[in-house]
């Protein structure tokens, strides 16, 4: 049985681990290649896009796979689009492996907003310093406008990023998992005043938010997109190996 594994998260580097020792399984995983230098999962790995819909559905046929699991970051929404009609030409059982988002809790001073665009809008109205945990790709939507020019930026990405960017920078290269402590002595090192990040979800990137809590940092939460409908959706990886091995039972007594 062949899965192809849409991965680049955390959790598409698990399953693979998970789905190594598995007999009769092969396991491919596709990464985007936006990342330098990305972990790479155990079994086999590809890299690059795969031209759309219609170049993937022809990649699933080519390559016989059996089962396709969506575990791309929940804001890579072109390609869990593009997976799920993929998927349904191609007809391909597809699963998509979201991890949940985060929940505010008490004390938390929370402007959720739709986009990057809707995120710089707010911002001169909560702060002068500003961490910005969003990633390299979207630092347009905080370059060229004047009521931001004099907000200082600290950039946190894995990759250094490239322009436009905001007027006053200042770049961070790091990847997480981050800690809490090391959270909150950036947020006193550099005086920020204001976090701005997407709704991500997970444990590696989450310390920030109760670094902010704490001290009382307000944070700018870039909501989800939306998702296609058309797949199942689990939350963790050994759900989703729980879901490929009911395909291969499944696949079995067909035969």
């Known amino acids: 049985m062949h899965v192809l594994i849409l991965g680049g998260t955390t959790e598409a580097r698990r399953l693979a681990e998970l789905l190594a020792d598995e007999a009769g399984l092969r396991v491919t995983s596709s990464l985007a290649g936006r990342v330098a230098a990305p972990r790479l999962p155990p079994g086999e790995v590809r890299v690059g896009g795969f031209g759309g819909a219609e170049g993937m559905a022809a990649w699933l046929r080519e390559h016989r796979v059996d089962a396709l699991i969506d575990a791309t970051h929940p804001f890579a929404g072109t390609i869990s689009f593009n997976a799920a009609e993929a998927a349904a030409t191609a007809h391909v059982p597809l699963l998509a492996l979201r991890r949940p988002g985060w929940v505010a809790g008490e004390g938390d001073d929370w402007h959720p907003v739709g986009s990057l665009e809707q995120a710089a809008r707010v911002l001169p109205a909560l702060g002068e310093r500003v961490f910005l945990t969003t990633g390299r790709m979207g630092l ?5 406008d004047p009521e931001l020019d004099g907000l200082w930026f600290l950039v ?9 960017f ?5 770049v961070l ?8 402590d090391g959270e909150r002595e950036l947020l006193r090192a550099h005086r920020i005043d204001v976090l701005v990040t997407k709704d991500s979800g997970g444990a590696a990137t989450a310390p920030k938010l109760v670094a902010a809590r704490e001290a009382g940092v307000p944070v700018v939460v870039v909501r989800r997109p939306v998702a296609p409908a058309s797949a199942e ?19 079995s007594g067909r035969r």
């Open 140 to 144: 347009a939507a905080f370059a060229g």
């Open 156 to 164: 946190r990405s894995v990759d250094a990023p490239e322009p436009p």
């Open 166 to 170: 905001p007027a006053r920078m200042e």
């Open 173 to 180: 290269l790091d990847r997480g998992p981050f800690t809490l």
């Open 233 to 251: 959706v689990v939350a963790t990886p050994r759900e989703a190996v729980a879901w490929l091995l009911l395909q291969r039972e499944r696949a």
